[in-house]
């Protein structure tokens, strides 16, 4: 089992930034990818990036490329997503999820675990 656990949310003001972290904890030891996912009430979770166990390839939704950048350092066992230039567009409750692959997957379906969320909210 994997536990994750999100943080660095918060409210912020248009034009702002934000970090969030993924810490890991339990059966890190293979590889796993991590990806962000975002979700608002009534709404379907949206993928928001993804990055594979190496960190050599990430891969991001179009409403955040060049916006967003994730990351990770697999000796804290934790990945990161800088969120600049936030727009109220971007409030939502972000999840970090961990799946069973080495490589890039966009839907919730190949994940495997789930943090529990953290809220980001944005003030126009």
């Known amino acids: 089992q994997v536990q994750l656990v999100e943080s660095g949310g918060g409210l912020v003001q248009a034009g702002g930034s934000l970090r969030l972290s993924c810490a890991a904890s339990g059966r890190t030891r293979s590889g796993k990818s991590v990806a962000w996912f975002r979700q608002t009430p009534g709404q379907e979770r949206e993928f928001v990036a993804v990055?594979?166990?190496?960190?050599?390839?990430?891969h991001y939704a179009d409403s955040v490329k060049g916006r967003f950048t994730i990351s990770r350092d697999n000796f804290k066992n934790t990945v990161y997503l800088q969120m600049n230039s936030l727009t109220p567009e971007d409030t939502a409750v972000y999840y970090c999820?961990?799946?069973?692959?080495?490589?890039?997957?966009?839907?919730?379906?190949?994940?495997?675990?789930w943090g529990q969320g953290t809220q980001v909210t944005v003030s126009s």
């Open positions: 999820a961990a799946g069973n692959f080495y490589g890039i997957a966009t839907h919730e379906k190949d994940y495997d675990y």
């Open positions: 990055i594979s166990w190496s960190g050599g390839s990430t």
